[in-house]
């Protein structure tokens, strides 16, 4: 079959060049100029209509801009009309939000003060993204008091939570609280609890993983979504506050340091767990031990959940003995924010009995005595000046310490 049997503009142009061409070497050309047609179509009627519905929709109470101009969308109503094609808004949904459902979490998130509830869907990446947003704007579109965020890292229910309820009572709008327990653990805090509510989407945490600062940032990140949130305090289960909360407060906001400790120690436990594989970015004479426990202002929370660097360098070589969280934050820190840093900690511990677990405190444990020389017998510098008030919290306080410490926080720390 030849091609003159098809007399068509195309075609009888190139006749003369492929005039001995079979027909089916010129089918994968027609069929693309066919679907080419097909395709211009369906694109002309599909634009007819949009225009339609804009033209249908524009017959509404005229207003003073959009009666010009068809097209303009400087007006509110034809914002409003946009809005109603359904192409419209999922090019905006693909485009500005990854899931829907967390975008309108994190706004009520940072336009109140009091969040129901600080659950919400988003993985690890999308959190940490969200997190790391900075406002160029500074000042806030609301009333609003700097917040300090306390951060409680357990593996179950805060155990001396009363002492806290009462030390946080009366404070509401000055503090906010995260939990990140272990996703087994399936209790409930009551609905008048300062706790309630509070726990995060947590993952599984053991005790020297890595994991461990992977829940450090999931905090961190969480209270970052908060702006009015300015320090951020890591406690854990055991810890109990030295001071009352205004006394605590004060401390912490008008600190020119943060609190992450930082030394270099010799041997097994300090360089020894140092690998020589984090080399080059990281060198044996920079690495550092410290507390987990941190105290630290929003710019450097910032940086700890932004970094990706140095703590995918840990993810690969801080493995087993090595115990990242001692390490990762106290030689991040000091290589990069040694400044502002004041390389201690504000939890008081007690190693001086040895092995890899601090002291732990039982309820005869706690006296007044006991608590006056943690409260204020340490030697420490504080803005520059020597002070005597070194800590404001401590650990390990066990469960049945609690009676105790009600009866004496009254007199002893005044809350
Ligand atoms: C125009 O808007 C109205 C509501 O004001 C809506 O019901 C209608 O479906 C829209 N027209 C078109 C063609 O989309
Ligand atoms: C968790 O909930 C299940 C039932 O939903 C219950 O059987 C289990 O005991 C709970 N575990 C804890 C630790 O409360
Ligand atoms: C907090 O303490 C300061 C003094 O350090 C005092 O002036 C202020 O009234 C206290 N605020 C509250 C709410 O107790
Ligand atoms: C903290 O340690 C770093 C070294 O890692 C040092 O340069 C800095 O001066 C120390 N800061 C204070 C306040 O001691
Ligand atoms: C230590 O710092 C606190 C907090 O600023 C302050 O109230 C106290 O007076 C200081 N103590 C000494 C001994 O300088
Ligand atoms: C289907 C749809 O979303 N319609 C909305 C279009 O916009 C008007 C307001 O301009 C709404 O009232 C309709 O519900």
């Given at each position: ?8 503009p195309?075609t ?14 010129l ?5 693309f ?6 395709f211009?179509?369906?694109v002309?009627?599909?634009?007819q ?8 929709n524009k ?5 003073s ?9 400087s007006?509110s109503?034809d ?19 990854l ?10 998130k940072?336009?109140?003060?009091q ?10 990446e999308?959190?940490?993204w969200?997190a790391s947003m ?8 609301f ?14 229910p805060?155990s001396?939570a ?18 990140h327990?272990n ?6 805090e ?5 706790f309630?509510?509070?726990?995060i ?5 053991k ?9 450090e ?17 890591l406690?854990s289960?055991?810890?109990i506050?030295l001071?009352?909360?205004n006394f605590?407060?004060t ?29 080059p ?8 031990k ?7 202002d ?13 703590f ?7 493995k ?23 390389n ?5 511990v007690d190693?001086s009995?040895?092995?890899?677990h601090p002291?732990r405190f039982?309820r005869?444990d ?13 030697s420490c ?17 066990l ?12 007199k002893?720390?005044?809350?």
């Amino acid at each position: 079959m030849k091609i003159e049997k098809y007399p068509n503009p195309i075609t009888s142009l190139m006749k003369p060049i492929n005039s001995h061409f079979q027909f089916r070497n010129l089918l994968p050309y027609v069929i693309f100029f066919a679907s080419g047609l097909a395709f211009g179509i369906v694109v002309s009627v599909n634009l007819q209509n949009y225009s339609l519905s804009l033209q249908l929709n524009k017959s509404g109470p005229p207003t003073s801009s959009s009666s010009s101009s068809s097209t303009s969308l400087s007006s509110s109503s034809d914002d409003l009309q946009l809005a109603n094609n359904t192409v419209r808004i999922d090019g905006f949904k693909k485009d500005l939000t990854l899931k829907p459902a967390s975008v309108m979490h994190g706004l009520e998130k940072d336009l109140t003060l009091q969040p129901a509830s600080v659950m919400h869907n988003m993985e690890d990446e999308e959190l940490l993204w969200r997190a790391s947003m900075v406002p160029k704007i500074r000042e806030f579109p609301f009333k609003t008091a700097p917040k300090v965020a306390f951060m409680f890292l357990t593996k179950g229910p805060v155990s001396l939570a009363p002492l806290w309820e009462k030390f946080f009572k009366g404070y509401e709008g000055l503090f906010s609280i995260y939990i990140h327990s272990n996703p087994s653990y399936n209790g409930s805090e009551p609905e008048d609890s300062v706790f309630y509510g509070r726990r995060i989407p947590s993952k599984e945490v053991k005790w020297g993983n890595v994991n461990m600062v992977e829940a450090e940032r999931r905090l961190l990140a969480n209270a970052l979504l908060d702006h009015s949130n300015q320090r951020f305090v890591l406690l854990s289960e055991s810890c109990i506050p030295l001071f009352n909360f205004n006394f605590t407060y004060t401390y912490l906001m008008k600190s020119r340091k943060t609190f992450v400790e930082a030394y270099d120690l010799p041997g097994p436990v300090g360089r020894g767990r140092y690998h020589p594989k984090m080399g080059p970015l990281i060198k044996l004479d920079q690495w550092r031990k410290g507390s987990q426990w941190f105290q630290i202002d929003r710019k450097l929370a910032l940086e700890i959940i932004s970094d990706n660097l140095y703590f995918s360098n840990f993810q690969r070589y801080c493995k087993r003995q090595c115990y990242a969280d001692e390490h990762y934050i106290p030689t991040y820190v000091s290589m990069k924010f040694w400044k502002r840093n004041a390389n201690r900690t504000l939890t008081w511990v007690d190693w001086s009995r040895g092995g890899s677990h601090p002291a732990r405190f039982m309820r005869t444990d706690v006296t007044p005595e006991f608590l006056k020389k943690l409260r204020s017998e340490s030697s420490c510098e504080y803005n520059g000046m020597r002070n005597t008030t070194c800590f404001l919290f401590a650990r390990k306080f066990l469960p049945h310490s609690l009676q105790r410490l009600l009866l004496f926080a009254p007199k002893i720390m005044r809350f």
